[in-house]
């Protein structure tokens, strides 16, 4: 099993900035892609950053240019830095994290950290 925190979670109002953590512990031995997701009241989770064991990365169209991600291999942990927040980034943030074994692929969830832009 994968435990993943996320914490950095706020209120910030139109424009500002927020840094978002997951820290990864248990069996993370052979973890391959760790991203980021969010889930707007109403709305399907929608994929917002990975980033590859390997260091690659891919961003959602609505957040390229404002949203950094990156992850510490050696610290098991992943940031999200979001720049230039807007209201429509109002969501509940969840670190994802998966595997690939016999059984085929595991995803393990974060419980979420909740994001609010003020307008």
């Known amino acids: 099993q994968v435990q993943l925190v996320e914490s950095g979670g706020g209120l910030v109002q139109t424009g500002g900035s927020l840094r978002l953590s997951c820290a990864a512990s248990?069996?993370?031995?052979?973890?391959?892609?760790m991203g980021w997701y969010r889930q707007a009241p109403g709305k399907q989770r929608e994929l917002v950053a990975t980033f590859t064991a390997i260091g690659f990365t891919n961003y959602a169209d609505s957040v390229k240019g404002r949203f950094t991600i990156s992850r510490d291999n050696a610290k098991n942990t992943m940031d999200l830095q979001m720049n230039n927040l807007k209201p429509e980034d109002t969501a509940v943030y969840y670190c994802n994290a998966n595997k690939w074994g016999i059984a085929g692929r595991t995803d393990y969830w974060g419980q979420g950290t909740q994001v609010t832009v003020s307008s």
């Open positions: 248990g069996s993370i031995s052979g973890i391959n892609l």
